[in-house]
Nanobody
């Protein structure tokens, strides 16, 4: 089992920044990718960004490309999401997830372990 715990969410004004963290514990998939998804009420969970655990290959959704940066600290087993130039439409609960694939993907079904989520609210 893998346990994932997100932190760093909060309330920020449009144009501001936040950094989310996700700490992994338990048996970790050392060769596999991890990602961030987000969800708003009544909508499906949406892919945000992913990174391979080895090599650091990244993949972003078009809606966040150029504004968000995913990164990791392998030694600390922490995944990050730096969010800049935030917009009200970025408001959502953000989830960290661990994949079963080495390649970072946007496929929800590739991610088998999930955190509990952290709320990000961007005011206009």
């Amino acid at each position: 089992q893998v346990q994932l715990v997100e932190s760093g969410g909060g309330l920020v004004q449009a144009g501001g920044s936040l950094r989310l963290s996700c700490t992994a514990s338990g048996r970790t998939f050392g060769r596999y990718a991890m990602g961030w998804f987000r969800q708003t009420p009544g909508k499906e969970r949406e892919f945000v960004a992913a990174i391979s655990w080895i090599g650091g290959r990244t993949f972003y959704s078009d809606s966040v490309k150029g504004r968000f940066t995913i990164s990791k600290d392998n030694a600390k087993r922490v995944l990050y999401l730096q969010m800049n130039s935030l917009k009200p439409e970025d408001t959502a609960v953000y989830f960290c997830a661990a994949s079963i694939t080495a390649k970072p993907t946007a496929e929800y079904s590739d991610y088998v372990f999930w955190g509990q989520g952290t709320q990000v609210t961007v005011s206009s």
